[in-house]
Nanobody
Framework: QVQLVESGGGLVQAGASLRLTCAAS????????VGWFRQAPGKEREFVAA????????YYADSVKGRFTISRDNAKNTVYLQMNSLKPEDAAVYYC????????????????WGKGTLVTVSS
């Protein structure tokens, strides 16, 4: 089993940057693809980004491509989401989750979920 804890959310102005952290504990974290997802009030949860177990491949939603970067440090059991040029429409609760693979992540098919961290972007 894997436990995930997100941190790094907060209130920022449009155009600012934030770095989210997903800290994992438990077995074999380094064998999982990890994804970031977000859910805004009144909207469905959506895929944001994913990174394969080795970190060799990354995937992004079109809405964040070029602004967000996902990375991981398996020695620290941690995955990061660097968010630049934030927009008001990026405001949401952000979740990290482990997935069986990248395709699964893109459809929200995850094994373990964190509880989320809130990102608020003022215009």
């Amino acid at each position: 089993q894997v436990q995930l804890v997100e941190s790094g959310g907060g209130l920022v102005q449009a155009g600012a940057s934030l770095r989210l952290t997903c800290a994992a504990s438990g077995r074999a974290f380094e064998t999982y693809t990890v994804g970031w997802f977000r859910q805004a009030p009144g909207k469905e949860r959506e895929f944001v980004a994913a990174i394969t177990s080795s970190g060799g491949s990354t995937y992004y939603a079109d809405s964040v491509k070029g602004r967000f970067t996902i990375s991981r440090d398996n020695a620290k059991n941690t995955v990061y989401l660097q968010m630049n040029s934030l927009k008001p429409e990026d405001a949401a609760v952000y979740y990290c989750a482990t997935c069986p693979g990248a395709a699964a992540c893109r459809t929200g098919n995850a094994n373990y979920w964190g509880k989320g961290t809130l990102v608020t972007v003022s215009s």
